[in-house]
């Protein structure tokens, strides 16, 4: 089992930035595929971004590349999602996850990811 805590969320006037964290302990991190998603109100929550275990792959949602860069620090145990040039479509809860590697196989379903942190508000006025 991993255990997830992100922070980071909060309010950005559109066009800014946000730096997600997500802190994981328990499984080792490093042989982990890590995943962000999100969850807008009224909506089904949706991938955002990936990345292996390595960190050597990654890959994103289309209305967020460019925009957004997923990245790990193993010594720290900790994914990031880097957020910028902000949109109010953007506003959501956002979720980290984790799920067993397999080798460097990169997740988009939320069924392959097993373990879920309790999500971050990213709120964008415009």
């Known amino acids: 089992q991993v255990q997830l805590v992100e922070s980071g969320g909060g309010l950005v006037q559109a066009g800014g930035s946000l730096r997600l964290s997500c802190a994981a302990s328990?499984?080792?991190?490093?042989?982990?595929?890590m995943g962000w998603f999100r969850q807008a109100p009224g909506k089904a929550r949706e991938f955002v971004a990936v990345?292996?275990?390595?960190?050597?792959?990654?890959y994103y949602r289309d209305s967020v590349k460019g925009r957004f860069t997923i990245s790990s620090d193993n010594a720290k145990n900790t994914v990031y999602l880097q957020m910028n040039s902000l949109n109010v479509e953007d506003t959501a809860v956002y979720y980290c996850a984790a799920a067993p590697a397999r080798g460097e196989l990169l997740l988009l379903r939320e069924l392959n990811y097993a373990n879920w942190g309790q999500g971050t508000q990213v709120t964008v006025s415009s």
């Open positions: 328990g499984r080792s991190f490093s042989s982990s595929t």
């Open positions: 990345i292996s275990w390595s960190g050597g792959y990654t």
